[in-house]
């Protein structure tokens, strides 16, 4: 059986006798700003995405049995405590679109399934490295050879970008 890690935000509530926001309730996930998350988990985030290269891609996996790519996203950014949807398109909409020549480890990516096509989000990665303005390294579920690092400018994945977003 296949989990989800999608989070689910409720809102705190109150205590009867003290009048003060109870616990309960409350996401065990934090919010950061754009520094934090740069300086404290970026590069948590990478080491432990890189932990899962060879695992295996399946459609709907969440685990080291098998991921896809938006179940990676959403396991590494779940261990470290920070909330991440479930679903690419989804993710695509968490944090800010930053361009092409800002983009820095932990920002992630996003892909269409055709190349030069507009169409829906389907794909991701997270960035983990950027050594040059013709090679930024993200990992990501392929669907043929399960958790790699690819380039964002080789002629598969150029032609299918969409964008960069910094998550917070």
Not at 33 to 40: A, G, L, V
Not at 88 to 96: F, K, L, P, R, T
Not at 125 to 137: A, F, S, Y
């Amino acid at each position: 059986m296949l989990t989800s890690c999608e989070i689910f935000r409720t809102t705190p509530t109150t205590s009867t006798t003290t009048g003060r926001p109870t616990t309960a309730g409350r996401s065990k996930y934090k919010t950061v700003d754009t520094q934090t998350y740069q300086r404290q988990y970026a590069g948590e985030i990478i080491r432990i995405a890189r932990t899962y290269t060879g695992t295996p891609y399946r459609s709907g996996g969440n685990t080291r049995d098998g991921i896809d790519c938006s179940g990676l996203l959403c396991s590494v950014f779940t261990t470290v405590g920070l909330e991440m949807p479930r679903i690419s398109w989804q993710q695509s909409e968490v944090g800010y679109e930053v361009d092409v020549n800002q983009i820095r480890p932990g920002d992630l990516l996003f892909f269409v399934p055709e190349h030069s096509k507009a169409g829906y989000v389907s794909h991701a990665g997270i960035v983990t490295e950027v050594k040059g303005k013709l090679e930024i390294r993200f990992i990501h579920a392929s669907s043929s050879r399960g958790v790699r690092e690819d380039n964002l400018f080789s002629n598969y994945f150029k032609g299918r970008f969409v964008k960069a977003v910094r998550p917070f």
